[in-house]
């Protein structure tokens, strides 16, 4: 099978969605890099099935707008995202791999097909170039969740490597950690290293760590209405005030400070926990800076629950942020392997269901599980998000997604505390188990419960969206 770093799972970019914002971005930049971009005089981008039918609520279109004009999602300043599109919105022009410029008018340029659905997947998408001497050529990718990108022909594979630990299913891992008597973030960190070193494999980690942390204090700085429409009021900001009850604080670090401090209800801590979610994709529905884990739609349930340990539990010492994230990589590994992380194909038990595995396994390493504990916790977390649908209303990643992140943080951390008090050898699921019923589950569902907006609550609550 494919093999997997942990930072093919965890992405920097923009929001609102890894299949439909950071996939088709990429795309598009794969696609200037496919052609001869000297002889281009004109591009048409074609957009199929689901990536046409929430298109527009998730960004899709100015998605490849941004790629094709050369820009990048980890790089491009947040605020010079919706200026870009403006530019070339007034101009009908675009600077084609960032070195050329060609007209192009996105309302004519970028197509919508409703009712067409490429083969490979429900994200597909064709880019195609015309040649100066009246010649072309087309290219089309597929976005197959995370982020991730696939060309028409080619398999859904990365380059090929030599691991010193090959995993692709939860009995192998097991099996490793057993024979090295080593815990899971130590058998991946040492497969790590067959890309980085060790000192890259930590700086970047914590790197991922910072962007989530900062995306947590701003999303819970930040008043106000998202973009889109549906006028969602965002919640985090004045849950953070209401929970500080007025302490003061510098920076980002001693507001961490001022959270840890004191003596915490459970109450407090859950809410704290929904804080941190809510904040992250309340700035992912805002076309912020956010970090795939393993989605975009689901980019809130790593960072609150880390956070959570960070904030509330007594034996948090900092190794544990590498210790935490390369766990939860190599479970969200597990699923995209052996399953799905695409909401088009699986639905949200997809986003965040995975989501939610991968921070129960990682907790529960972290507060001294076993391996076998921390693979219990994810079962647990992924059998109760089981044929969850991804039914966005309006096609936004709005209303259910952003409280879903909530409730995908306390189950993984529910799972954890569970799989802490438990036997993993008297266990009647194995995460394998799961992973293949969570495939099985997403082949049965039909297919507008898998990110359309043509069922689910997406049809039953009536929205007049208005563009702001």
């Not at 067409?116 to 089309?140: I, K, M, R, V």
């Not at 494999?201 to 973009?227: A, N």
């Not at 802490?420 to 419960?449: C, F, G, H, Q």
Request: hydrophobic share 40%.
């Amino acid at each position: 099978m494919e093999r997997i770093s942990v930072f093919d799972i965890f992405k920097i970019g923009i929001g609102p969605s890894s299949s439909h914002t950071m996939g088709p971005w990429r795309a598009a930049q794969r696609f200037t890099q496919d052609i001869d971009v000297s002889r281009v005089t004109a591009v048409q981008v074609s957009l199929y099935g689901s990536l046409a039918k929430t298109g527009k609520g998730h960004g899709t279109d100015l998605a490849v707008l941004l790629g094709l004009n050369g820009d990048d999602p980890v790089t491009i300043p947040v605020e010079a995202v919706q200026p870009t599109i403006d530019g070339i919105n007034l101009l009908k022009t675009i600077r084609l791999g960032g070195r050329r410029d060609i007209p192009f008018d996105p309302a004519s340029d970028v197509v919508f097909l409703y009712d067409q659905t490429l083969p490979y997947h429900a994200n597909g998408l064709t880019f195609t170039a015309f040649y100066d001497n009246g010649e072309g050529e087309s290219h089309t990718y597929y976005s197959v969740g995370g982020g991730f990108v696939v060309k028409e022909g080619e398999q859904d594979l990365h380059a090929t490597v030599t691991l010193p630990f090959p995993i692709d299913k939860g009995l192998e891992l097991k099996d490793w950690c057993t024979q090295e008597g080593q815990a899971i973030w130590e058998i991946v960190f040492r497969n790590e290293l067959t890309w980085r070193s060790e000192t890259q494999v930590r700086e970047e980690l914590m790197h991922i760590w910072t962007v989530m942390r900062d995306c947590i204090y701003k999303g819970c700085h930040t008043d106000g209405m998202l973009p889109g429409g549906l006028e969602v009021q965002r919640r985090a900001a004045p849950m953070n005030r209401k929970l500080l009850e007025g302490r003061p604080y510098r920076d980002v670090n001693d507001w961490i400070r001022q959270i840890s401090r004191g003596n915490h209800t459970f109450q407090q801590i859950l809410k704290w926990v929904s804080c941190f979610a809510l904040a992250v994709n309340e700035e992912n529905a805002a076309f912020s800076r956010v970090v795939t884990a393993p989605t975009n739609g689901a980019a809130g349930v790593i960072p609150a629950v880390l956070m959570y340990h960070l904030c509330f539990s007594e034996s948090f010492v900092e190794e544990d942020i590498v210790r935490f994230l390369l766990t939860a990589g190599e479970m969200g590994s597990l699923f995209k392997k052996g399953a799905t992380i695409s909401a088009a194909m699986g639905g949200c038990q997809a986003e965040i269901g995975v989501s939610s595995a991968m921070a129960a396994a990682a907790l529960t390493e972290c507060l001294g599980g076993s391996a076998e504990q921390a693979m219990m916790a994810a079962e647990i977390a992924m059998e109760h998000h089981l044929g969850m649908t991804c039914d966005p209303i309006g096609g936004l990643v709005q209303v259910p997604c952003i409280e879903r992140n909530t409730m995908g943080a306390i189950k993984a951390i529910t799972a954890s505390q569970i799989a802490l008090e438990s036997d993993p050898s008297k266990a009647k699921v194995s995460l394998d188990a799961v992973i293949r019923t969570m495939k099985e589950t997403a082949a049965d569902m039909n297919t507008k419960y898998k990110e359309t907006a043509d069922g689910g609550l997406a049809v039953h609550i009536s929205v007049n969206l208005v563009e702001c």
